[in-house]
């Protein structure tokens, strides 16, 4: 039977959390942290880091260069002062302790049953090839999804929240936009993104953050363990 609807994950943030190991590399550097000061500091971060991206897929700043402004950024928001060298001890132990990361409960369950129902799946991820595989591999992704259907953002050439990158996909899998979903966990780079290329969004919001627009075209997912019906 022709597989005929496709589903296409986000990895960072959507697969598993990014906050725990952010958790273990910031702690050092903030007094008396409680979670949802970290959680709050996490976000504005994953705030910059949107908005840096495009300065960074045009050329004008280099990814380390992202990785560190994305901090001293967020950090300055609550009156914390990082130097460079601050920032760059603190992306280097994210990135080690990234080496540790599990995905998110029902993240398995969920892909082997779109699967079953002749589904599908892929992903669709932005960042530096080798970094976004790496982690890949530490999740165990590719003992269900193939890497032939795996895009890299710095593979492609193109980057979310390009649209374009999601009619590339729809070219070299031969899937139409109005048969595919995209489960992300950010408005700006999945949801309005994906929307605009004719794809259904489906927003992973765990976090409970509120939508950044009026937009509303998009359905929500809230945990893996119940979220096949979204894809019915």
């Not at 992306?91 to 990361?101: A, C, F, M, S």
């Not at 980057?159 to 139409?176: E, Q, R, S, Y």
Request: charged fraction near 20%; glycine fraction near 6%.
């Amino acid at each position: 039977m022709e597989k005929k609807k496709a589903v296409f994950f986000d990895l960072d943030d959507t697969l598993y959390d990014q906050l725990l190991p952010f958790k273990k590399a910031v702690v050092p550097y903030l007094e008396q942290p409680d979670n949802g000061f970290i959680e709050k500091l996490f976000k504005t971060v994953r705030y910059y880091s949107d908005l840096l991206w495009m300065e960074h897929t045009k050329g004008r700043l280099a990814l380390h260069q992202l990785r560190i402004q994305r901090l001293i950024k967020a950090f300055l928001e609550y009156g914390i002062i990082l130097t460079d060298n601050d920032a760059t001890d603190i992306q280097n132990t994210y990135l080690q302790n990234q080496k540790l990361i599990e995905p998110f409960d029902g993240v398995y369950p969920l892909i082997e049953t779109l699967q079953e129902q002749n589904f599908f799946v892929g992903m669709i991820t932005n960042g530096p090839v080798e970094h976004q595989v790496n982690k890949i591999k530490q999740l165990g992704l590719l003992n269900v999804i193939p890497m032939k259907y795996i895009f890299v953002s710095d593979a492609v050439g193109i980057a979310k929240p390009d649209k374009n990158i999601f009619l590339h996909v729809n070219k070299v899998t031969g899937k139409i936009p109005s048969n595919c979903y995209y489960v992300g966990d950010s408005w700006t780079n999945d949801v309005i993104p994906a929307s605009e290329a004719g794809w259904t969004s489906i927003w992973y919001n765990y976090r409970n953050r509120n939508p950044l627009s009026k937009f509303t075209d998009y359905r929500e997912l809230k945990s893996y363990t119940n979220g096949m019906n979204l894809f019915l």
